[in-house]
């Protein structure tokens, strides 16, 4: 089996036991980048120098001896919303082109200090803002399992990366599922965690109060030791907890569902829901409840209002954070035909910089907080999230985790839902809601779509801070569906056919 199909904590033991070199592993990795990219577009920038420096420098560290940590040596791929000192950082938007940030986000920070090789950028819709990448000002990334379709977003060169074996690892960020969607659609394992359990210190804001950075893998194993690496709390982040929530990786260690009650959210199954998705779903929880989890019904009434109340407050928040770019501060400047004034510079640069979807979602945000329209909307919306969070409560009265198909469908086609925006916020339906409540969700591929041979993926939620219940049951189920699943999907990537 080649180096690149290998989990992230095989390839740390690998590392451990000097079967191979950090500077050999981020070779094999960037080799397979300059093999795929050019297609997949999963990675803007690409920092072969840079990863390979920092890849011989962990190399030389471990000959010393030295102490280090369970990932140190693993390469990694960065979503390109989060702040990288040296390294071009443009949010998907042409309005950061030739940005290069002079800090770096606090989790950047963090898997440096690890000693985790940063191989590159990784493509996203612009600012976040999408379920395909198709905003993007660079081009979609495609999705390694069909080349005709979306590998997801707002995240989808992280999870097309990790899906077609161009990163072992990567890290995403989640407003409304852009860590979660994708994961499904390519077979990969996303983690949003709680609000507040990862800094967001240098992440490009897009819904300061939905917003978390988490981990994109091929495994739950590997998304709790990234997890482990990215979390905790941070003095440069106001909204960070305070205290720890635990160790995820030794939560991935939990071999035993017995007694677990999932709750299966009502409104998130049945119609709606493409028949193969629904298959692999129910098989799912048959496997779980063959393992002595019980199963339980939920009801969460208020989801129906979930899209509506999104796209207000994240729009609304959006609008506020996007101000920023104004021409004087950060990337792009253009001017104006004829006499130029500030208003008049800012203008032409905005226009010419954002795309049409930022455009969209700033003139929507701006008129939902303007004066006489506050109440009607962004006041109804945050209402709408006071009954979601209400209603996510009581569901976990009656229920350990919640569980529902992360997605209504498998992977749509490039172009299938960019003409019509509302087609694809229907598409965050099962996402949205931790966001908007702050809890924790993970997405676990259950198999394939027998109608299409498509990735499916399971969400689980959690209460705020009991991020550790995802690792537990994911990595049991995983477990049950190991020898159905994961090998047809190791196997995947050198077979794709690059053209
Ligand atoms: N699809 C959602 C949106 O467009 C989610 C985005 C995200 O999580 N960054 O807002």
Not at 215 to 231: E, G, K
Request: glycine share 8%; hydrophobic share 40%; with cysteine.
């Amino acid at each position: 089996m080649s180096v690149l199909n290998k989990s992230a904590h095989e390839l740390a033991s690998m590392l451990v036991s000097k079967e191979i070199s950090s500077v050999e592993l981020t070779r094999a990795q960037l080799d397979n980048i300059d093999k795929l990219n050019p297609r997949l577009n999963s990675y803007l920038t690409v920092t072969h120098e840079l990863a390979l420096t920092q890849a011989r420098q962990v190399d030389e560290l471990r000959a010393k001896g030295e102490k280090l940590s369970a990932l140190a040596g693993v390469p990694i791929a960065v979503k390109d919303n989060l702040t990288t000192i040296g390294i071009e950082t443009t949010a998907g938007s042409k309005i950061l082109q030739g940005w290069v940030p002079p800090y770096n986000a606090t989790v950047v920070e963090k898997i440096l200090s690890h000693r985790m090789p940063i191989l590159g950028k990784t493509n996203l819709d612009e600012f976040a803002m999408g379920s395909s990448t198709e905003n993007s000002a660079y081009g979609p990334s495609l999705n390694p399992w069909d080349l005709a379709r979306t590998p997801g977003g707002s995240g989808g060169g992280s999870s097309s990366a990790v899906a077609s074996m161009q990163a072992p690892l990567a890290l995403g960020s989640d407003t409304g599922g852009s860590i979660r969607f994708p994961a499904a659609v390519t077979g990969t394992v996303g983690v949003k965690p709680t609000y507040g359990a990862v800094s967001r210190y240098g992440l490009i804001a897009l819904g300061s109060s939905l917003d978390q950075i988490g981990p994109v893998t091929r495994n739950v194993l590997d998304a709790a030791m990234l997890h482990d690496v990215i979390a905790g709390h941070d003095d440069m982040d106001a909204t960070s907890l305070a205290e720890s929530l635990g160790s995820m990786t030794e939560a991935a260690k939990n071999d035993s569902v017995k007694g677990l009650k999932v709750g299966i959210i009502k409104e998130l199954t049945g119609e709606g829901f493409q028949a193969g998705v629904s298959e692999r779903f129910q098989e799912a929880l048959e496997l779980l409840v063959a393992a002595g989890a019980e199963i339980v019904e939920v009801s969460c009434p208020s989801f129906q209002y979930a899209i509506a109340a999104y796209y207000l407050i994240q729009p609304a928040e959006a609008s506020s954070n996007l101000a920023r770019f104004d021409s004087v501060r950060f990337g792009l400047r253009v001017m104006p035909e004829g006499a130029a004034t500030v208003e008049k510079v800012m203008a032409a640069t905005r226009e010419a910089g954002f795309g049409a979807e930022v455009k969209r979602r700033i003139i929507l945000g701006t008129y939902a907080l303007s004066s006489g329209y506050y109440d009607a909307y962004y006041g109804s919306a945050q209402k709408v999230r006071t009954l979601i969070q209400a209603d996510l409560a009581k569901a976990f009265e009656k229920a350990d985790v919640l569980v529902s198909p992360t997605a209504p469908t498998t992977a749509f086609l490039l172009g299938e839902k960019q003409e019509d925006p509302l087609a694809m916020y229907l598409n965050d339906i099962a996402t949205i809601p931790a966001n908007l409540a702050g809890i924790p969700g993970m997405s676990l591929p259950v198999g394939l779509a027998s109608e299409d041979n498509l990735p499916v993926g399971a969400q689980f939620l959690a209460p705020a801070r009991q991020d550790a219940r995802l690792y537990k049951v994911g990595a049991v189920l995983e477990k049950l569906l190991e020898n159905k699943w994961s090998k047809s999907m190791l196997d995947f990537a050198p077979k794709l056919e690059v053209n």
